[in-house]
């Protein structure tokens, strides 16, 4: 069974630092664009960054591009969210997903929550 | 980069078809046909339902329906259900090679 697991979320003051994993289980993920989404508590999705196969491209959203950082370990079929300098608003749910054909993301697993209080 | 363009809540009997607008601009849903949705229960994993428009992964129901016009895209959930009614978000890619969700719509079943 194809499976994502994220981990790694948690309590932390602003200013702060956290990193998240998620382990992927079950299909080849060495194959896959990867990608990172979030949602805060009573607001919708929002993408958060992806990256390529092999990580030589990066792409983020605004609000956290020189903050955040991800990045892949395709040896341990793992990918990771470093997250620094951190604020209130970047207080969510965080999932970790398959990015499949058309950029559509076909394989999500359960969140992990972080709360920057 | 803003998020596409929603209705916050849509609304219909078991049995009815309803359609949730997607509005984007020139530079993501009107520049590619790389345009999803997905079916999000509350502290579940959101599920795909339709890629690149129109095309549905093997087993999510023909129910689910996608097209696109221009710089709008429409869901159409087709048989409305009593387990359908539940939130609904729309993305796209864009053209700064980033992806941008909807706003999400809220589906009640009356």
């Known amino acids: 069974e194809e499976q994502l697991v994220e981990s790694g979320g948690g309590l932390v003051q602003p200013g702060g630092s956290l990193r998240l994993s998620c382990a992927g289980s079950?299909?080849?993920?060495?194959?896959?664009?990867m990608s990172w989404v979030r949602q805060a508590p009573g607001k919708g999705l929002e993408w958060v960054a992806n990256?390529?196969?092999?990580?030589?491209?990066?792409y983020y959203v605004d609000s956290v591009k020189g903050r955040f950082t991800i990045s892949r370990d395709n040896a341990k079929n793992s990918l990771f969210l470093q997250m620094n300098s951190l604020r209130a608003e970047d207080t969510a749910l965080y999932y970790c997903?398959?990015?499949?054909?058309?950029?559509?993301?076909?394989?999500w697993g359960q969140g992990t929550t972080v709360t920057v209080s | 980069q803003s998020a596409l363009a929603q209705p916050a809540s849509v609304s219909g009997s078991p049995g009815q078809s309803i359609t949730i607008s997607c509005t984007g601009t020139?530079?993501?849903?009107?520049?590619?046909?790389?345009v999803s949705w997905y079916q999000h229960y509350p502290g579940k994993a959101p599920k795909l339902l339709i890629y690149?428009?129109?095309n549905r992964p093997s087993g999510v129901s023909n129910r689910f329906s996608g097209s696109k016009s221009g710089n709008t895209a429409s869901l159409t959930i087709s048989g409305l259900q009593a387990e359908d009614e539940t939130d609904y978000y729309c993305?796209?890619?864009?053209?700064?090679?980033?992806?941008?969700f909807g706003t999400g719509t809220k589906v009640t079943v009356l």
């Open positions: 690149e428009v129109s």
């Open positions: 997903a398959r990015d499949g054909r058309g950029a559509a993301l076909d394989l």
């Open positions: 993305s796209s890619y864009t053209s700064s090679r980033i992806q941008v």
């Open positions: 079950g299909f080849t993920f060495s194959r896959d664009w």
């Open positions: 990256i390529k196969q092999d990580g030589s491209e990066k």
């Open positions: 020139s530079s993501d849903v009107g520049a590619y046909n790389y």
